[in-house]
């Protein structure tokens, strides 16, 4: 890496340390012709191309932010949008690529947070995706149930298919 301020073509690394969260590596250099020091930051890049064409870093405080909003009144913990960004971030960078578009992002939120809470999944499906009227709402709505029913029936619903077996067993009135 050249040097910043004498431009020097080479800089020797005189310390390398991981930040707290493992997300990065901070080096101090030293330039050999100069000798003065200035810090390096090596992360695994991952950005975000915006329909305007600008780049910003890909963010999971910004996932979390935008997940909050489709969650409002919704029994979702803060720990369960901390882990449902961790899931979109890692789901993106097992692409590979270093820069990726801004509907991929929305796209690789859809998922987890369906699984997560359906209506919050309604309500952001329903912003990123444009809905303009009920038939899109109902579209949505009838594709959450198909997939839900290609997946098998939950736990509870069997529970309630033993408990009507027992109540039919009994005997009818008096
Ligand atoms: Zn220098």
């Known amino acids: 890496m050249h040097c910043p301020f004498c431009r020097h073509t080479d800089s020797r690394v005189v310390d390398s340390r991981a930040t707290d969260d493992g997300q990065s590596i901070r080096r101090r250099r030293q330039c050999p012709d ?87 999944y309604l309500r952001f499906a329903s912003v990123y995706q444009a809905f303009d009227n009920l038939e899109d709402f109902e579209s949505a709505i009838t594709l959450l149930r198909a997939e839900r029913d290609a997946t098998g029936r939950e736990p509870d619903d069997q529970q309630g298919q033993q408990q009507d077996k027992s109540k039919s067993g009994m005997p009818r009135g008096s």
């Open 34 to 120: 100069c000798g003065r020091r200035f810090t390096t930051v090596e992360t695994a890049a991952l950005a975000v191309m915006k329909r305007s064409g600008v780049t910003e870093p890909f963010s999971r405080a910004k996932i979390v932010a935008g997940v909050r909003k489709a969650c409002q009144g919704r029994p979702v913990a803060e720990d369960e949008l901390a882990l449902l960004a961790q899931r979109v971030e890692e789901q993106l960078r097992s692409n590979g690529s270093a820069e990726i578009e801004a509907h991929e992002v929305g796209m690789a939120i859809l998922g987890p947070l369906r699984e997560l809470d359906e209506v919050a």
